[in-house]
């Protein structure tokens, strides 16, 4: 049998056109657009390379190789291929026919350093302030939605946000594909099966959340939703289960809401809607939302508490605690943007001091200047 560590090797020596990328830590994707063009991603902002493949084939030929590490197949009549290279990065290809012009070639890279919140501090994707109120928010144990579109640092926030959980706490982690890295001790990390060949074996997020709800967790950590395990979800924390961290794909903190009862729906569970909306706005506490603005930084948008659901009006309410405003161009075409307290108290503001945090100052000096009566 092949030693792991020379398989490995072997098939790094494949990628040799986009090798050094792969070892930049500087490059967060590659982006193949078939064998002669070959885009790379660098904070934020694309640029072409030279590099080259051969031909379509000897392109083809390395996605089979790299099929075979993770036990999967790509061919005519499996021509969509999701995996994980040696280091850990994600491989999204496509080949014909449904890419009669590829293959197209996707890696999203996996960095061993995680990013941590002081970090996202230096890099000015959020302040001070707002990562304490964060920390308390984790502490207090709210259920967190992370939201942003693709490429927009939600992981890189939910790695952050894990080191907020208190020592001492049992952090269970489910995903499609392994890419969370819980800074904490007392860890398990699940990830779903696809099914082999012939169908058989799969296991679903919704097979491993359910499993996990009889291992005694104390934080539950779903790496993304996308389906009917929403729902899942949202009872777990309605029922006791609280502080769970999750991401998900939405532009704005409401689309975020609607994207989440739109995959509550998805679920085999047969449930009134709006006994689904009420609990979903009951189960979900806070929205982080996240953007990768034009200039290519990505930045923390908004931290938006979710009060409830009106059956009247037939929507959501939630209610920004921390906001982006926006002050045009800097030089050489930077957004200028400060993130800061709106001057609304949060509603949740009992339940953190139940847990002994509280929000920063600036928060309640906020409201003091706006004038806003506690709630």
Same mark, same amino acid.
């Given at each position: 049998?092949?030693?792991?560590?020379?398989?490995?090797?072997?098939?790094?020596?494949?990628?040799?056109?986009?090798?050094?990328?792969?070892?930049?830590?500087?490059?967060?994707?590659?982006?193949?657009?078939?064998?002669?063009?070959?885009?790379? #991603?660098?904070?934020?902002?694309?640029?072409?390379?030279?590099?080259?493949?051969?031909?379509?084939?000897?392109?083809?030929?390395?996605?089979?190789?790299?099929?075979?590490?993770?036990?999967?197949?790509?061919?005519?009549?499996?021509?969509?291929?999701?995996?994980?290279?040696?280091?850990?990065?994600?491989?999204?290809?496509?080949?014909?026919?449904?890419?009669?012009?590829?293959?197209?070639?996707?890696?999203?890279?996996?960095?061993?350093?995680?990013?941590?919140?002081?970090?996202?501090?230096?890099?000015?994707?959020?302040?001070?302030?707002?990562?304490?109120?964060?920390?308390?928010?984790?502490?207090?144990?709210?259920?967190?939605?992370?939201?942003?579109? !693709?490429?927009?640092?939600?992981?890189?926030?939910?790695?952050?946000?894990?080191?907020?959980?208190?020592?001492?706490?049992?952090?269970?982690?489910?995903?499609?594909?392994?890419?969370?890295?819980?800074?904490?001790?007392?860890?398990?990390?699940?990830?779903?099966?696809?099914?082999?060949?012939?169908?058989?074996?799969?296991?679903?997020?919704?097979?491993?959340?359910?499993?996990?709800?009889?291992?005694?967790?104390?934080?539950?950590?779903?790496?993304?939703?996308?389906?009917?395990?929403?729902?899942?979800?949202?009872?777990?924390?309605?029922?006791?289960?609280?502080?769970?961290?999750?991401?998900?794909?939405?532009?704005?903190?409401?689309? !975020?809401?609607?994207?989440? #009862? !739109?995959?509550?729906?998805?679920?085999?569970?047969?449930?009134?809607?709006?006994?689904?909306?009420?609990?979903?706005?009951?189960?979900?506490?806070?929205?982080?939302?996240?953007?990768?603005?034009?200039?290519?930084?990505?930045?923390?948008?908004?931290?938006?508490?979710?009060?409830?659901?009106?059956?009247?009006?037939?929507?959501?309410? !939630?209610?920004?605690?921390?906001?982006?405003?926006?002050?045009?161009?800097?030089?050489?075409?930077?957004?200028?943007?400060?993130?800061?307290?709106?001057?609304?108290?949060?509603?949740?503001?009992?339940?953190?001091?139940?847990?002994?945090?509280?929000?920063?100052?600036?928060?309640?000096?906020?409201?003091?200047?706006?004038?806003?009566?506690?709630?």
């Amino acid at each position: 049998m092949i030693p792991r560590e020379v398989y490995e090797e072997t098939l790094l020596q494949f990628f040799a056109p986009i090798r050094p990328f792969l070892e930049d830590p500087s490059v967060s994707e590659v982006m193949i657009n078939g064998p002669d063009q070959i885009f790379i #991603e660098r904070k934020g902002k694309l640029y072409k390379t030279d590099a080259t493949f051969d031909s379509k084939e000897s392109l083809i030929s390395v996605l089979r190789n790299a099929a075979q590490f993770v036990g999967k197949q790509i061919d005519e009549s499996r021509p969509i291929l999701e995996g994980r290279l040696p280091d850990g990065s994600r491989i999204e290809a496509l080949i014909p026919p449904v890419a009669p012009e590829g293959p197209f070639v996707s890696i999203r890279r996996f960095f061993q350093e995680t990013l941590t919140v002081d970090r996202l501090i230096g890099f000015g994707s959020l302040t001070q302030d707002a990562a304490q109120t964060l920390e308390a928010m984790v502490i207090a144990k709210l259920n967190i939605v992370v939201a942003g579109g !693709t490429g927009s640092g939600k992981t890189s926030m939910l790695n952050a946000l894990t080191a907020y959980i208190p020592e001492g706490e049992r952090v269970i982690v489910i995903e499609d594909s392994k890419e969370v890295q819980p800074q904490r001790e007392h860890v398990l990390q699940l990830e779903a099966r696809p099914p082999d060949a012939k169908g058989r074996g799969a296991v679903t997020i919704r097979d491993l959340f359910r499993a996990t709800l009889r291992m005694r967790p104390d934080r539950l950590v779903v790496g993304e939703i996308r389906g009917g395990e929403a729902l899942d979800l949202v009872q777990a924390m309605t029922s006791g289960h609280g502080g769970c961290l999750t991401t998900l794909h939405a532009t704005y903190p409401r689309d !975020t809401l609607s994207r989440l #009862e !739109t995959m509550c729906m998805m679920s085999d569970i047969d449930m009134p809607l709006i006994a689904m909306r009420i609990q979903l706005a009951s189960g979900i506490n806070a929205i982080v939302q996240v953007s990768r603005l034009r200039d290519g930084s990505r930045k923390v948008t908004h931290i938006t508490e979710v009060l409830g659901f009106d059956t009247s009006k037939g929507e959501y309410i !939630t209610q920004d605690i921390y906001a982006r405003t926006y002050g045009g161009l800097g030089p050489g075409g930077a957004i200028i943007s400060e993130f800061g307290p709106t001057g609304i108290i949060p509603h949740c503001v009992s339940q953190l001091r139940e847990h002994g945090v509280d929000f920063p100052d600036t928060v309640y000096q906020a409201a003091r200047q706006a004038d806003v009566p506690s709630p």
